[in-house]
């Protein structure tokens, strides 16, 4: 497996995901401001020429819930992914996806200010993305009881970020959720390799 990586970018979700599963994978950084990025070949593995990219063997992706979900389902001994035929996969797969498709536009919305339109938004609007988020936390400590999962890793990365920079309000559900997941080891080792990495610049 490999990890296709820049360092202070949105791929560090991924690569606390690999941390996480504790299996062997490779680390390629991708320099995204380089005249001529992404090329060909890369945009073979990432459409969308951005971070994070993935490849196995011949299977290749964009996309972190896509990655977070493959490396989740081809590693099951680390049940950081329900099984498909077990009860909490629908669920579970709606807050994998939540950070992409929600949490990222009302951030946006709260950023910029922009007047919310919850009818016709997919996402509905920043207050009613956090009252969902803030209820489907409870009562914790993970969204499934004592078991975490690929969607907590994302949700806390993302809640981290966002709150680091102002685009998440700092309830406290969101920051004792966060706090958790950063006490994780998997997140202390990624952070250590993500400040390696910036020290290479």
Known sequence: MKLH????????????MMEETGQPYELERVDIRAPG??????????????????TDGGNAMGET????????????QTKLAPA????????????????????????????????????QAGWGDYDRAMAAL???????????GNQFTAADLYLGSSLGFGMRFGMVDKRPAFVEFAERASARPSFKRATEIEAREVAKK
């Open 5 to 16: 990586y820049c360092p202070q970018t949105r791929s560090f979700t991924a690569l606390w």
């Open 84 to 119: 498909p035929t077990d009860a909490n996969r629908g669920r579970f797969l709606q807050w994998l996806m939540f950070s992409a498709t929600t949490i990222e536009p009302v951030m946006v919305e709260k950023r910029t200010g922009a007047a919310p339109n919850s009818f």
């Open 37 to 54: 990025h992404p090329s060909e070949a890369y945009k073979k593995i990432n459409p969308m020429g951005k971070v994070p990219g993935f």
């Open 65 to 76: 819930a896509a990655i977070l979900l493959y490396v989740a389902d081809k590693f099951p």
């Open 134 to 144: 803030e209820n489907a936390l409870k009562p914790g400590p993970w969204l499934f």
